[in-house]
């Protein structure tokens, strides 16, 4: 799992910075989550878990771990990404196109809606629900509809980066992890490009896990204290790592990007692997 010059084409470059997470906090996570999904929303911690049978969505007391209000994502569905939306929390499962809606903080269902291709991490920004499938390409949702309203490939150096999973919007970017490396991707909302990379290989060295899909995956940020957290599937910490430096720009700037944004390249295949 260390991070080697090897695994092209995420290599530290002088056109994208790669900076190691500096952990600033240490909190307990429940070594029993699968960990698909990761956000705040006023104030709250949600996750959601995989695995057929194991699949919850949950709002947690980030102090303590403690589950404060839980709800099932019955099998044989595996459940995957989460985004707030207002008072509604958004949910979709790797196979099968079936996305799902919460009230929060609560957690009682109140809709579904379809997708195609596979589902596996999501995020939100001001205008957009954000879906990623596992591969380069990121799908914009209408809140209201659930339907495509744009498609954003995601390059480093002119080349797809693939295996894009749990996401996070912070600061005018779209956070990544890339499933299977201890990376997190910067990547510029409009254009597709990854302007930097966040190293987690000394977190994951530190844990010293043994189970090959323990790897990094939840990415929140509690934009009330301005607090950015990391964990992965099966950890026992939930981290909370400093910004990476150049991380300033505010929401309103990048949602005035977006208006300007053209439609980016159609979808791809989503891979079969398991996310």
């Known amino acids: 799992m260390a991070f080697t010059a090897a695994e092209t084409p995420l290599h530290a470059a002088a056109d994208t910075p790669i900076e190691p997470a500096k952990v600033l906090a240490i909190l307990p996570h429940d070594t029993s989550s699968f960990t698909e999904g990761l956000l705040f929303h006023d104030g709250a911690l949600y996750e959601s878990t995989g695995e057929a049978g194991t699949s919850f969505i949950r709002r947690i007391d980030p102090k303590t771990g403690h589950i404060l209000a839980s709800t099932e994502i019955a099998p044989p569905l595996f459940g995957e990404g989460i985004a707030a939306w207002k008072k509604r929390l958004f949910s979709v499962t790797w196979h099968g196109g079936r996305g799902f809606i919460w009230s929060l903080p609560d957690l009682r269902a109140t809709g579904k809606f379809a997708y195609t291709g ?18 380069a390409t990121l799908r914009f949702l209408d809140p209201d509809t659930q339907t495509v309203v744009r498609r954003l490939k995601v390059t480093w150096r002119g080349r797809p980066v693939q295996r894009l999973n749990e996401l996070e919007f912070v600061n005018g970017e779209i956070l990544a992890n890339i499933w299977m490396r201890p990376l997190i991707a910067r990547i510029a909302p409009v254009s597709g490009k990854v302007i930097g990379w966040i190293d987690l290989s000394a977190i994951v060295a530190s844990l010293d896990l043994h189970d090959i899909d323990s790897v990094a995956n939840g990415i929140a940020w509690d934009r009330r ?9 099966n950890w026992p910490h939930l981290y909370q ?14 949602d005035r990007m977006h208006d300007r944004a053209s439609p980016a390249v159609s979808a791809e295949s989503p891979p079969t692997s398991r996310p």
């Open 241 to 254: 790592i400093a910004l990476p430096q150049g991380m300033t720009e505010d929401q309103s700037s990048a």
């Open 118 to 135: 596979e589902g596996w991490g999501m995020t939100s920004d001001a205008r957009h629900l954000i879906l990623s499938d596992g591969t």
């Open 225 to 233: 204290h301005h607090r950015l957290y990391i964990t992965g599937k």
